[in-house]
Every structure is written in structure tokens, then in C-alpha cells.
């Protein structure tokens, strides 16, 4: 199956009305499993940082294992569940509308998670930084570069990075399993 290139495009301004957009029907479709609010997470949710334009957001649940019973309305409402994910040990994991055209990411992870705590870590760290956000652009935009053909290789090169960010303030970033390449 096609997958999409990596680019890095500047921050568009529209990036937090596209997380809107679905916002509420993913907040709709998950509130029987959700254990707080559906979340901007990525890098298009940092004011201006550079980004593949493609909106993350984190629904974080009571129970992942209750939440897999999400799935096929997830499906049913247009998102594309990747069940060979290596981290589904964690998360369910979801695009939209398919891989070769990426919109949206949705990361259904359980609230209490060091998955979950460390995204949005990662996230609030960047938006209160702007050296740590321009090192990371500069990344960004190296490795894609390097790794535009392979969005897994990408992903993978950047989690030194992101680890090193996490322990600096005070968190031990969880194991991430690599995605293949």
C-alpha cells in the first residue's frame, strides 16, 4: 500500500481549526470509553513550529482494553485502524482517511499511561521553549531530507531526540517500540 512523503511545511494558523473539525465527532464516537478530553498533540500543535500537516490528537481512555470495542465505530466514521501496530500494546492507533493522504492521527491511549504523559509533556515543553521548538524544527526538517520516502524512519530518528528533551525535564521517557522500516 502507498504511504504518504514526509514533508515539512511551515505552522499553518489553520492546524488547530482541522483538529476542531473532528474534535467532536472523535469526542462523540469515543465518550463511552474516554477519560478525559480529546487532545492537539504533535507538532501541529505548537504555534509555530514547522510540521507535516497532518493533525495528531490523543484520546485518552479508562481502559484500553475496553476501548478496542471502539474500533469499528472509529471505522464506521472514516478512520483507519492499523491493527500490526508494534505499540498496540498501548495504544490503538488510527488514520484518516488513508495512509497514502493523511489528515488526522488519533493515539487512543489509557489516561494514566507514561505514553500519554509523555506526549503531552513533550508537547507543553515545546510550546514553552522557543530554542527547544527551533532545534527541533531544524531536526525535523533534517530528517525528512534523509527519510522522505520512509515516514517509519523518520518517526524512529527522531526519538533520541525526544527522550533527551523528556529527561532533561524530569521525565523517563517510556520504551517506544520501533516502527519498521
Known amino acids: ?5 514526509v514533508q515539512i511545511v511551515e505552522y499553518d494558523p489553520a492546524w488547530p481549526d482541522r483538529f ?14 474516554l477519560a478525559g478530553p480529546v487532545e492537539h498533540v504533535g507538532s501541529t500543535s505548537v504555534p509555530g513550529l514547522p510540521a507535516k500537516p497532518v493533525i495528531d490528537m490523543l484520546a485518552p481512555v479508562r481502559s484500553l482494553a475496553a476501548a478496542q470495542e471502539s474500533v469499528p465505530a472509529l471505522e464506521a466514521d472514516g478512520w483507519w485502524f492499523w491493527p500490526e501496530d508494534p505499540g498496540r500494546h498501548y495504544r490503538l492507533w488510527f488514520l484518516r482517511p488513508r495512509p497514502d ?21 513533550f508537547r507543553d515543553l515545546l510550546r514553552a521553549d522557543p530554542t527547544l521548538c527551533r532545534d527541533y ?3 525535523k526538517h533534517d530528517l525528512a531530507r534523509r527519510h522522505g520516502d520512509n ?13 533527551r528533551v523528556l529527561r ?10 520501533r516502527l519498521p522500516e
Do not use: C
Not at 168 to 177: N, Y
Open 151 to 163: 515516514r517509519n524512519a523518520y518517526t524512529n530518528a527522531k526519538s533520541d531526540f525526544v527522550g
Open 20 to 33: 476542531a473539525e473532528q474534535h467532536g465527532q472523535v469526542t462523540a464516537v469515543l465518550g463511552p470509553w
Open 101 to 121: 493522504a493523511r489528515t488526522h492521527h488519533l493515539h487512543v491511549i489509557e489516561h494514566d499511561d507514561r505514553h500519554a504523559t509523555a506526549v503531552l509533556a
Open 137 to 139: 524544527a531544524w531536526l
Open 168 to 177: 532533561g525535564a524530569g521525565i523517563e521517557p517510556p520504551v517506544r517500540d
Open 1 to 5: 500500500m502507498a504511504d504518504q512523503l
